[in-house]
């Protein structure tokens, strides 16, 4: 039984059983173990256990009346009095759990006067023994009722700090991610923002700078580089106002990053496009089941396919020919397929530099408890990715840190597209 459960026996709104209880207990030894010997003391015991039932809610009326009830049997000489005072107790026990202040005091006081009335006879040759059972009978169930208000008061208080300070830990939380996302869309506006607008700026000067003569290929370049640039620029400020305020721009529904139902072959296309005009000869087999693919899992399969290509189109070299395969299965997951014939070709320029472009391929499928696979292979480089169709719980877990990958070796050729 866990600790809430235990605090809950001795809670206000269980009162009413546990009187219940106790008078079933009390019945149980009237009828087989102290049996009253006539009438009047069956009416006793009768006045006793509806009191003590009333303790449930009248407790401090029903503690007086059962002090009183106690006086009247011993006065009879009845033999029940021991079981008065085992009602008056629980009583007196019920009423200190329940309440702060003067009545539980006053309660064991006068249920300590009831004891000594029953005793004058005995006094004062017997006042310690007097004293004694006037302790036994109205202190300690005092006592023990105050130690359990206290640690019950005690444990509550302990559980609201708690929640006080997650709160305030979340909220500390969420303050620093705002912080760190102002500061990421901060440098993001003001440095690789203003470098781009800046180079689209240059190139739409160059486009209509350049005489006629020029070669047609180089005002194709031109146009490609200018639109590329500006779309860039786009998505930067988009993300930027995400970064800055994604409830806000969420409400707003300018947080266009997702790719609408039906909108992902024509995306995909303009990236096709826009990797064969980057000089990479690529085939490609879409499934048509793609535009119905949900938007969260079709702006993954959009990502993945123009950080692969982009690759490709890098580390190939020159005349490079890729194949691109994307299907949906019959249990609703995605397969996507890259493979490009770059790897094994004699002449191949070295690689750049390490960038972030299979660290961020992974995370994402990683997000959908998908797999990716990447590597080389003797035709060239091979990348495959399975995203599983969405399950959406009743409760999201909070996703794990991905550990950074392994160093590969120096004989493989890292496949990366500098951020």
């Known amino acids: 039984m866990n600790r809430s459960r235990i605090e809950g ?4 709104r269980s009162s009413a059983a546990r009187a219940v209880v106790l008078v079933g207990v009390l019945v149980g030894d009237l009828l087989l173990v102290h049996r009253p010997s006539g009438g009047r003391d069956w009416g006793l015991a009768a006045a006793g256990i509806l009191l003590c039932a009333a303790a449930g809610r009248w407790a401090f009326g029903a503690l007086v009346a059962l002090s009183g009830l106690l006086v009247v049997a011993h006065t009879l000489g009845s033999d029940i009095v021991p079981a008065l005072k085992v009602l008056a107790a629980v009583t007196l026990f019920e009423l200190s759990v329940r309440e702060y202040g003067r009545r ?13 009335v029953n005793r004058l006879a005995d006094l004062p040759g017997e006042l310690p023994s007097v004293l004694y059972k006037t302790g036994i009978v109205a202190g300690l169930p005092l006592l ?3 130690y359990v208000r206290v640690t019950r008061d005690a444990a509550r208080a302990a559980r609201a700090h708690a929640e006080q300070e997650e709160a305030r830990a979340g909220q500390r939380l969420l303050a620093a991610r705002a912080a760190e996302r102002t500061t990421i869309a901060r440098e993001l506006h003001d440095l690789v923002a203003h470098h781009v ?18 070669d047609a290929r180089v005002i194709e370049v031109l146009d490609d580089l200018h639109s590329s640039g500006s779309e860039a620029l786009a998505d930067l400020r988009r993300l930027v106002a995400v970064l800055r305020d994604p409830d806000s721009v969420a409400a707003a529904g300018t ?5 609408t139902p039906g909108a992902l072959p024509a995306a995909l296309e303009s990236v096709l496009e826009g990797s064969r005009r980057a000089g990479l ?3 490609a087999a879409v499934d048509p089941v793609l535009a119905r693919l949900d938007a969260v899992r079709g702006l993954a399969v959009l990502r993945l396919v123009q950080e692969g290509l982009a690759n490709a189109a890098k580390h190939a070299g020159p005349g490079a020919r890729a194949e691109l395969t994307v299907r949906v299965a019959d249990d609703a997951a995605v397969h996507l397929t890259l493979q490009d014939d770059g790897a094994g070709r004699p002449g191949v320029s070295a690689p750049g530099p390490s960038g972030h472009g299979l660290i961020g391929m992974r995370e994402r499928v990683d997000l959908f408890g998908g797999r990716l696979d990447a590597g080389p292979t003797p035709r060239g480089w091979r990348l495959t990715a399975e995203l599983p169709a969405l399950r959406v719980p009743s409760a999201l877990p909070a996703l794990p840190a991905l550990p950074a990958p392994p160093a590969p070796p120096a004989s493989v050729r890292v496949r990366e597209q500098t951020p």
Not at 9 to 12: A, E, S, V, Y
Not at 104 to 116: D, F, K, N, Q, Y
Not at 255 to 259: D, I, K, R, Y
């Open 9 to 12: 026996l001795f809670d206000q």
């Open 104 to 116: 539980p005091v006053a309660g064991a006081a006068v249920l300590a006067l009831a004891v000594a």
């Open 144 to 146: 023990m009722g105050g």
């Open 197 to 214: 607008s800046s180079m689209v700026l240059r190139v739409g000067v160059a486009r209509h700078v350049v005489p006629d003569t020029v």
């Open 255 to 259: 947080a266009s990053a997702l790719v």
């Open 281 to 283: 000869a690529v085939t």
